[in-house]
C-alpha cells in the first residue's frame, strides 16, 4: 500500500480503471466456464457413482481451450482480445465470420472498471481499496452466473466468506468476533427463512447458495450489517420482480434469482453502510 499511497490520485484512478477492464475481460471467462466445469464435475460424480464409464471429454477449464467464436469457433487472436477496445474496433461483431458478437461481453468489461473506480473514489489508496475491489468483482462475477443458472457456486460463496473472516482478524471492515457472528447469523436468518416457506407452501422459496453469500457478506462487514443488506436486497428483489412482471418477463411459476439482489445490497454496504446505518437509526429515533 505505500507504492499505492505515493501514486498521483488521477494516475491511480486511471491504473485500477484499466485493470479492471482486464479483470472483466477474465469475469467474462468464469462466468461462461465454471457453471460448464462444474456441470461437467457432478456428471462424472454421478457416473462414477452408478458405476457408469465416464466419456473421455476435451480438456475444458479456465485457461483451456483458447477463448474461440461462439458462431464460427475460430480461435480468437490477441488482437480480439482487448477489452472493450477489439469489440469497439470490430464493430461487435466476428473478424472471421462477421456474426454480431453479444453486448453483453464489453458492458461486463465496463461495469467492472465502473466498480473499480468507485472503490478508489470510496477508499483511496488503502488497505480497505483492495478488499473492495476483490468483493466486487466477486460480486459481479456470482450475480451473472446466478442470472445464468440460478446458482451461487460453492467454489466462490466459500472462498468469499473466509477471505471475510481473514481480512477481519486485523478488524478492516469490522471486529473479528462481528464477523464470526455475521456469518453465523447471516446464513442463519436465511436457512430459518427458507425452512419456514416450505413447510407452509411445499415449496423452495430460495437456493442454499444464498445462505453462504449472506454468510460471507456478514463475515466482511460483521452482524450489524445483517439487517440493512437484507433490507436493500428485499427492496432491490421486488422493484426487479414487479418490473419483470410488468414487461412479461416474469410469472408466478418462474424462478427469480435472489443472489443479484443480495450482492447489490452487500455492495451498497461496502460503499456507503455507515452513512446508510446513521440515517436509518437517525430516522428511528
Known amino acids: 500500500m505505500v507504492v499505492l499511497k505515493n501514486i498521483d490520485p488521477s494516475l491511480l484512478y486511471l491504473v485500477i480503471t484499466l485493470f479492471g477492464l482486464l479483470v472483466g475481460s477474465f469475469l467474462n471467462v468464469v462466468i461462461y466456464r465454471l457453471p460448464v466445469m462444474l456441470k461437467r464435475g457432478w456428471q462424472q460424480e454421478c457416473a462414477e457413482f452408478s458405476g457408469q464409464a465416464t466419456p473421455a471429454l476435451p480438456k475444458f477449464n479456465?485457461?483451456?481451450p483458447r477463448s474461440r467464436c461462439q458462431s464460427c469457433q475460430h480461435p480468437l487472436s490477441a488482437l480480439d482480445n482487448?477489452?472493450?477496445?477489439?469489440w469497439l474496433l470490430l464493430g461487435g461483431r466476428c473478424r472471421y465470420c462477421k456474426a454480431a458478437i453479444s453486448k453483453r461481453y464489453p458492458l461486463i468489461e465496463l461495469t467492472t472498471a465502473l466498480l473499480s473506480a468507485l472503490a478508489v473514489w470510496r477508499f483511496?489508496?488503502?488497505p480497505q481499496l483492495l478488499a473492495a475491489l476483490l468483493l466486487s468483482w466477486t460480486l459481479l462475477c456470482m450475480t451473472m452466473i446466478d442470472i445464468d443458472h440460478l446458482l451461487l457456486p460453492d467454489n466462490l460463496t466459500l472462498p468469499l466468506m473466509w477471505v471475510g473472516l481473514l481480512i477481519n482478524i486485523n478488524t478492516l471492515f469490522a471486529a473479528l468476533p462481528d464477523a464470526v457472528l455475521g456469518a453465523a447469523v447471516g446464513y442463519g436468518i436465511l436457512w430459518s427463512l427458507y425452512w419456514l416457506f416450505k413447510l407452509a407452501t411445499g415449496k423452495e422459496g430460495m437456493g442454499y447458495g444464498d445462505f453462504k453469500l449472506l454468510a460471507a457478506l456478514g463475515a466482511w462487514f460483521g452482524w450489524q450489517a445483517?439487517?440493512?443488506i437484507i433490507l436493500i436486497s428485499s427492496i432491490t428483489g421486488l422493484l426487479l420482480a414487479v418490473i419483470l412482471m410488468a414487461?412479461?418477463?416474469l410469472n408466478s411459476d418462474m424462478a427469480m434469482p435472489f443472489g443479484p439482489a443480495l450482492a447489490l445490497g452487500g455492495w451498497v454496504y461496502l460503499m456507503w453502510g455507515e452513512t446508510l446505518v446513521t440515517w436509518y437509526w437517525s430516522l428511528v429515533l
Do not use: E, F, M, R
Request: aromatic residues 0%.
Open 226 to 228: 445483517i439487517l440493512p
Open 247 to 249: 414487461s412479461k418477463h
Open 82 to 86: 482487448i477489452p472493450l477496445v477489439s
Open 62 to 64: 479456465l485457461n483451456t
Open 124 to 126: 483511496g489508496a488503502s
